[in-house]
């Protein structure tokens, strides 16, 4: 089992920049990749950014150029740092992670809000 619980979410001014932290505790040698997630009120939950073990990454066109994913070397921590935010970027950012044997793990979310 793998636990995440992410940090760092809050309120933000249009422009403004926000890092979010997902700390993993539990059985974390077992993680694959690693993957931000955001749901708008009333939209579906969206994929932004991933990172695997190996530390390739890719984005949402959304985001590109704005985020970065990274995480530490212990793959204790996942960041993302989000730059230049946009009202359309307030959502509830979540952390997911996959394991190896395809196990699906959620963090509990934190609210980012863009707004002048």
């Known amino acids: 089992q793998v636990q995440l619980a992410e940090s760092g979410g809050g309120f933000v001014q249009p422009g403004g920049s926000l890092r979010l932290s997902?700390?993993?505790s539990g059985n974390i040698f077992s993680i694959d990749?690693?993957?931000w997630y955001r749901q708008a009120p009333g939209k579906e939950r969206e994929l932004v950014a991933f990172i695997t073990n190996g530390g390739r990454t890719d984005y949402a066109d959304s985001v590109k150029g704005r985020f970065r994913?990274?995480?530490n070397n212990a793959q204790t921590t996942?960041?993302?740092q989000m730059n230049?935010?946009?009202p359309e970027d307030t959502a509830v950012y979540y952390c997911n992670a996959d394991?190896?044997?395809r196990e699906n793990f959620w963090g509990q979310g934190t609210?980012?809000?863009v707004s002048s």
């Open 22 to 24: 997902c700390a993993a």
């Open 33 to 35: 990749v690693m993957r």
């Open 69 to 71: 994913i990274s995480k």
């Open 78 to 80: 996942l960041y993302l």
């Open 84 to 86: 230049f935010l946009k």
């Open 99 to 101: 394991s190896y044997d």
């Open 111 to 113: 609210q980012v809000t």
